[in-house]
């Protein structure tokens, strides 16, 4: 069982910054893959980025060259680094953690979901 715990949230003028956090739960956090996640109102939670258990990262292409994805195992933690944002990056973001092995994309692959924080960028 894994909790996941986000924060960081909040409202923020285009082309500002924010760093989101999900805290989790559990001593086998290592060997999760960790996603962040987002949805829109009246759209679908859609893919924002991951990171596989040796540290590697994978992009949506809308955040690519802005967000950027770190772990550390040790605090058990995941981060978001959100720069130069658009009002089109405002959502509800998740954190997300997946056991398999094989790092996945899908929302239907990750088994633990956090509560979700939420940023909202001004124009």
């Known amino acids: 069982q894994v909790q996941l715990v986000e924060s960081g949230g909040g409202l923020v003028q285009a082309g500002g910054s924010l760093r989101l956090t999900c805290a989790a739960s559990?001593?086998?956090?290592?060997?999760?893959?960790m996603g962040w996640f987002r949805q829109a109102p009246g759209k679908s939670r859609e893919f924002v980025a991951l990171i596989n258990r040796s540290g590697g990262s994978t992009y949506a292409d809308s955040v690519k060259g802005r967000f950027t994805i770190s772990r550390d195992d040790a605090r058990n933690t995941v981060y978001l680094q959100m720069n130069s944002l658009k009002p089109e990056d405002t959502a509800v973001y998740y954190c997300?953690?997946?056991?398999?092995?094989?790092?996945?994309?899908?929302?239907?692959?990750?088994?633990?979901w956090g509560q979700g924080t939420q940023v909202t960028v001004s124009s």
């Open positions: 559990g001593r086998t956090f290592s060997r999760y893959v």
């Open positions: 997300a953690a997946d056991a398999a092995i094989i790092a996945h994309t899908t929302v239907r692959e990750y088994d633990y």
